[in-house]
């Protein structure tokens, strides 16, 4: 489906052409897990358009006409279409983890950041819901919530959301299970939250926030954010290893700890997986050293087919 969209946004550096170019073909089956996603959010699935109006959005090429508000043409001499309830109730919010140890960059795709990495793919997801004509917000937060951008389904949104990424800063702590807490209170409309964080720190209250929005009936993912030696332990010689959330340091030779640190690891992602799979929560592991595209369409062709 082509839009106005992709020409409006790709000047963002989150949102580059190749990345969407190769996104492009998700597209429907994108669409097929939202609409598999309201059904299990709303008490009935979609059918057809509601009488009840909600809200006006521009007209694009492949929009059917009989939809265009001509008295709004008339006043205006824009082509605007007239979305009832039924096309506007389905929302994503995407949540962010800006925090310190989320600026950890070794193995990263191009040099990228664990923070850089979950841009990207929250900048390509937004991109995804919108041009499905399904509203998309985004929360950024470490410590506490620093920006929020309510979900919209205007091409509009794309830029506001491309644009917040690229000034977004950030704390040395985090507090995932309160922002998870506050969006279960926020979020009015039942929908899907997408949480991009590396969880440190975090297990023992994850449980309950992520428990907090299902039992509010959001269907929730989390993408896990980790590097890529994070996830191997590739280093040799002394090395000085810090907290990136706090003053701790450690001078240690890798290759005496490497076996201890891979088995702590291994514990760790079996904790959070099992803590996501018991809440019914998808996760995803997020190696940064993986394409985007190759990690977001493993993703959805695979929620899609397990649907």
Same mark, same amino acid.
């Given at each position: ?6 020409? %409006?946004?790709? &000047? ?6 190749? !990345? ?10 994108? @669409? ?6 309201? =059904? ?23 929009? !059917? ?23 506007? %109730? ?42 499905? @004509?399904?509203? =998309? ?14 979900? &919209?389904? &205007? ?21 995932? $299970? ?40 959001? %269907? ?37 700890? @490497? ?15 099992? !803590? ?9 592991? $997020?190696?940064? &050293?993986?394409?985007?595209? $190759? ?13």
């Amino acid at each position: 489906m082509a839009s106005s969209t992709t020409g %409006n946004a790709i &000047s963002s550096r989150y949102l580059r052409p190749g !990345t969407l170019q190769r996104l492009k073909p998700l597209d429907l089956v994108a @669409r097929e897990l939202v609409e598999g996603m309201r =059904v299990g959010v709303h008490k009935s699935p979609l059918k057809g358009f509601s009488t009840e109006f909600a809200q006006h959005r521009p007209y694009v090429p492949g929009d !059917t006409l009989k939809h265009i508000d001509w008295r709004v043409y008339g006043r205006s001499g824009r082509y605007y279409i007239k979305l009832f309830e039924a096309e506007t %109730n389905f929302e994503s919010m995407l949540l962010l983890d800006a925090s310190s140890s989320m600026h950890f960059a070794g193995g990263g795709l191009e040099g990228m950041s664990k923070l850089e990495y979950a841009k990207y793919c929250a900048a390509a997801l937004a991109y995804l819901v919108v041009d499905q @004509r399904d509203a =998309v917000g985004l929360g950024v937060f470490d410590s506490a919530l620093r920006t929020y951008i309510p979900p &919209s389904s &205007s091409q509009a949104a794309i830029r506001q959301i491309a644009g917040e990424l690229e000034g977004v800063g950030h704390e040395p702590k985090t507090d995932v $299970a309160g922002i998870l807490h506050e969006f279960a209170r926020r979020l009015k409309r039942r929908g899907v939250v997408i949480l991009f964080s590396d969880l440190l720190g975090q297990e023992a209250a994850l449980a309950k926030g992520l428990e907090h929005l299902r039992h509010r009936g959001h %269907n929730v993912i989390v993408f896990h954010v980790m590097d890529a030696h994070e996830l191997s332990f590739p280093f040799t010689g002394n090395v000085r290893f810090r907290d990136l959330e706090g003053p701790d340091q450690l001078l240690a030779d890798p290759r005496r700890i @490497r076996a201890a640190y891979m088995k702590e690891l291994e514990a760790f992602l079996d904790r959070v997986r099992l !803590t996501c799979e018991r809440a019914k929560v998808d996760y995803v592991l $997020a190696d940064t &050293s993986r394409p985007i595209e $190759a990690l977001l369409s493993g993703y959805l062709v695979g929620r899609a087919e397990g649907r």
